[in-house]
T-cell receptor
Framework: DARVTQTPRHKVTEMGQEVTMRCQPI?????VFWYRQTMMQGLELLAY????????DSGMPKDRFSAEMPDATLATLKIQPSEPRDSAVYFC?????????????????FGEGSRLTVL | RKEVEQDPGPFNVPEGATVAFNCTYS??????FFWYRQDCRKEPKLLMS???SGNEDGRFTAQLNRASQYISLLIRDSKLSDSATYLC???????????????FGRGTQLTVWP
């Protein structure tokens, strides 16, 4: 079964350290999303890529977060420096939107998530 | 105000019961609607899309009321395996954008007991 793969599954780090999370989307999917989930806020969209181009990162704290897609098989989310309030589960998801369709995405396939704890 | 609002629950029901969840959304230009299911400490997975005419998938029925801007999910003959968090998801294009964004509700927790 094709699936979205995320690493690491768990990460414990100290405040101020850099954290990099990686995601391998499903082959052939042209959209990639990064979400953050906490008990208080639920799922929050951080960044959105289409055909590797960053299209929307308005939900991401710009001063410390960055998201990239160096190639079609890898998306990264970096936090530098990390803070305790960044503790959450970070999900990567991919989907396929037909070319020429500008509207809403259809089904998203989520990875198992990266559980981050910043002490 | 959040784009998608759900009653967080929890809903605790016995096996065989019928349970309904509602969800409201704020943007009247919303285009697509979905229910996702998330098991404890797992990732969300698509349960079903919601169509304007309403749709059914086995024991699950989804309804959309555009005039009142709410979506519902009905589960009949609940099973123990239905215990999960149900996420309401709405998609619309931001003003001035050609892109669609998915907005997730915080989820409604369901526990089905024997």
């Amino acid at each position: 079964d094709a699936r979205v793969t995320q690493t690491p599954r768990h990460k414990v780090t100290e405040m101020g350290q850099e954290v990099t999370m990686r995601c391998q989307p499903i082959l052939g999917h042209n959209t990639v999303f990064w979400y953050r989930q906490t008990m208080m806020q639920g799922l929050e969209l951080l960044a959105y890529f289409r055909n590797r181009a960053p299209l929307d990162d308005s939900g991401m704290p710009k001063d410390r977060f960055s998201a990239e897609m160096p190639d079609a098989t890898l998306a990264t989310l970096k936090i530098q420096p990390s803070e305790p309030r960044d503790s959450a589960v970070y999900f990567c998801a991919s989907g396929l939107v037909p070319e020429g369709q500008a509207g809403a995405t259809g089904e998203l396939f989520f990875g198992e998530g990266s559980r981050l704890t910043v002490l | 105000r959040k784009e998608v609002e759900q009653d967080p629950g929890p809903f605790n029901v016995p096996e065989g019961a019928t349970v309904a969840f509602n969800c409201t959304y704020s943007n009247s230009a919303s285009q697509s609607f979905f229910w996702y299911r998330q098991d404890c400490r797992k990732e969300p997975k698509l349960l079903m899309s919601v169509y304007s005419s309403g749709n059914e998938d086995g024991r699950f029925t989804a309804q959309l009321n555009r005039a009142s801007q709410y979506i519902s999910l009905l589960i009949r003959d609940s099973k123990l395996s239905d215990s999960a968090t149900y996420l309401c998801v709405v998609s619309f294009q931001d003003r001035g954008s050609t892109l669609g964004r998915l907005y997730f509700g915080r989820g409604t927790q369901l526990t089905v007991w024997p």
